[in-house]
């Protein structure tokens, strides 16, 4: 087997436990979905003049609030997914995929959160 496999107790305890918020991180999870729901309205609104400006500051607050760890990565891979799937044309066909980016966005974002 080629590479390393993380400790199965740090991986099982980290993924399958219960994460219970503290007061401090359902704040910041709140301002994550306030910012994450601006960028939805933007992206799905007929005009979507501003979806990048939403965007930039969904990715700085996630920069801001989420601890540097594995989950942040993720949470940044999917919402720049988000950023190279909602173009002219591509929404409109695939606007299911650039959904599910949002929402992995934001789950992604919470756990981050949670899991310092």
């Not at 540097?68 to 591509?90: I, M, P």
Request: proline fraction near 4%; glycine fraction near 4%; charged fraction near 30%.
């Amino acid at each position: 087997m080629i590479g390393h496999l993380p400790n199965v107790n740090a991986l099982r305890a980290r993924h399958t436990g219960w994460d219970k918020p503290s007061p401090e991180n359902l704040k910041d999870i709140g301002t994550v979905e306030y910012f994450w729901r601006n960028l939805f309205e933007a992206i799905f609104h007929p005009d979507r003049d501003q979806w990048q400006e939403h965007w930039q500051a969904l990715y700085n607050l996630i920069l801001e609030r989420c601890p540097d760890n594995d989950e942040r990565r993720t949470t940044l891979y999917y919402l720049e997914h988000v950023k190279s799937s909602v173009k002219e044309g591509y929404l409109k066909k695939h606007w299911k995929k650039v959904l599910i980016y949002l929402e992995n966005t934001r789950d992604w974002a919470r756990k981050s959160i949670i899991r310092d």
